[in-house]
């Protein structure tokens, strides 16, 4: 009996001490130098400029005569979107751009909102800074930076941004929202040296938050956005009051995760699995390989030689336009791929897809975009993050069309804090820009826990 006591003291003491351990751990990094050349000696120009997105007849002209040269190949009989972007498709869809999108209006529409850039680690920095028009006497907005990823852009949040900052409903938070670019992706300048990964960009955000007067703020992402935003919390946990994903897929696997998946079909109740759980994760072998291998060929890519594949997408729009506008297909569901049209107008508009479309033309940054996929999958797979679980309150709206199914054991497993886990009724990866009310809703459902306005 003695020995038994004994034996489960010790046990309980190990784990004990490996949970604080794990509590105690936090995520380092140093500060960089991205500009071209040595840093300057006189230190960095911390100014903060306003900026605003603009056009011209030459670079209309000039897309429109690269758009004229296109030489269309015809999909093969009855393929859908299975091979790719539907060629017959995509040529009423340039047809569109050709003549009847107006870029000239939607820049309009890109300058609603205030724009800025500021120098941090030798590059520029742009952002969007949507302050609230009216907040309630004797409160004060809550701080909020909202992260894209690829192939999106910082014009994603723009159906959410005014749900946010916008008090239309006395008894909802207020928001101040702070919408950057990653650096090489949209108006940021990209990196001139190898290097730049997540962890890069979670630095220059706390930085940019920082300039900006934020001592603590709460943070929202998908896509790449996650792994910044998540950096950002294992960076400076106390600064980081929440952070809120719709995007979490397992960085580590463990031995939870493991069983799970080993014995979560026949146990679902074991392992907290919903019938919702059980359809999209088994199969394993069909649901988690499979449809992996078929959805990550750009990856692989990206994540090896990007810039050769880039060189054509950077010179031709059509091009550029098919490799992005597929993923908007393919990502928000599936079931799109049996589609002649890939089902992209059903969730968006073509105004706003192509929109996102010439943000990445009209800034030549879709090279430097796929380059983030080599700098942090250039490192393996057991880099320092990966390691540390995030203690930080932590918010997750699950959405039923997501590439990959996270369910709560698993976001638990990284997010130790998590405060909430919203099933959501519809969705898919780009959901900020799918679903934006559905989000707000989860936003400020997440944040008036954590804030103690309402009980969990």
């Known amino acids: 009996m ?16 490996l949970v604080q351990r ?23 120009d911390d100014t903060i400029r306003s900026f605003r997105v603009t056009t011209s ?28 972007f539907n060629s017959q498709y995509l040529q009423k869809v340039v047809s569109y751009w050709r003549n009847e ?19 941090i680690e030798g590059i520029d920095i742009h952002y969007l800074h949507v302050k609230p028009k009216k907040v309630p ?40 929202v702070v919408c950057p670019s990653i650096p090489g992706y949209g108006f940021s300048e990209a990196p001139h040296k190898k290097g730049f990964d997540s962890v890069c960009a979670a630095r220059i955000f706390h930085k940019l938050m920082k300039r900006l007067g934020f001592q603590q703020y709460y943070a929202h992402a998908g896509d790449w956005g996650w792994l910044v935003t998540t950096n950002m919390a294992q960076l400076e946990p106390k600064t980081v009051k929440g952070l809120h994903l719709n995007f979490a897929p397992p960085s ?13 079909r026949h146990f ?10 059980i359809q999209r994760l088994f199969p394993c072998m069909e649901k988690l390989v499979v449809e992996s291998i078929k959805e990550t060929g750009y990856m692989h890519i990206q994540a090896t030689k990007p810039d050769t594949v880039g060189r054509g997408l950077n010179d031709s729009p059509v091009g550029l336009a098919a490799y992005i506008l597929e993923k908007f297909s393919t990502w928000t569901s599936h079931d799109f791929r049996n589609l002649d049209d890939g089902g992209l107008t059903r969730k968006f508009s073509l105004d706003d897809l192509l929109t996102n479309v010439m943000i990445y ?66 969705g898919g990866h780009f959901a900020a820009m799918e679903e934006p009310q559905l989000m707000a809703e989860d936003i400020q459902k997440f944040t008036k826990i954590v804030e103690g306005k309402v009980k969990e």
């Not at 909020?144 to 723009?158: A, D, Q, R, T």
């Not at 696997?253 to 799970?260: V, Y």
């Open 22 to 44: 794990s509590k105690n751990q936090v995520l380092t990094t140093e500060d960089g130098w991205w500009g071209s050349g040595a840093p300057r000696d006189a230190g960095e």
């Open 101 to 119: 999108f107006d870029w000239r209006k939607q820049v309009d529409k890109l300058n609603q909102y205030p724009h800025f850039k500021t120098k």
């Open 2 to 17: 003695f020995t038994e006591v004994l034996l489960a003291l010790v046990i309980g003491g190990l784990i004990y001490f």
């Open 137 to 176: 006497e004797g409160t004060s907005a809550v701080p909020l930076i909202m992260v894209h990823g690829w192939p999106g852009s910082f014009y994603e949040f723009y159906g959410l941004i005014p749900l946010l900052t916008d008090l239309s409903n006395p008894h909802n938070l207020v928001f101040e």
């Open 361 to 426: 033309w009209t800034s030549g940054c879709i090279i430097s975009s796929m380059r983030f996929y080599k700098e942090n999958f250039g490192q393996g797979l057991d880099a320092p993050h990966a390691k540390i679980p995030v203690y930080v309150p932590t918010g997750f709206a699950c959405f039923p069309n997501e590439l990959m199914h996270t369910p709560r054991l698993w976001v638990k497993q990284k997010y130790r804090k998590l405060v909430t886990f919203t099933p959501m009724d519809r």
């Open 57 to 84: 007849d030459q670079e209309l002209e000039d897309l429109y005569r690269r758009i004229d040269l296109t030489r269309p190949f015809p999909s093969l009989e009855d393929s859908q979107f299975n091979y790719g």
């Open 252 to 264: 580590k696997p463990g031995l939870s995760m493991a069983l799970s998946m080993m014995l979560g």
């Open 268 to 277: 679902p109740k074991l392992f907290g699995f919903t019938d919702f759980d």
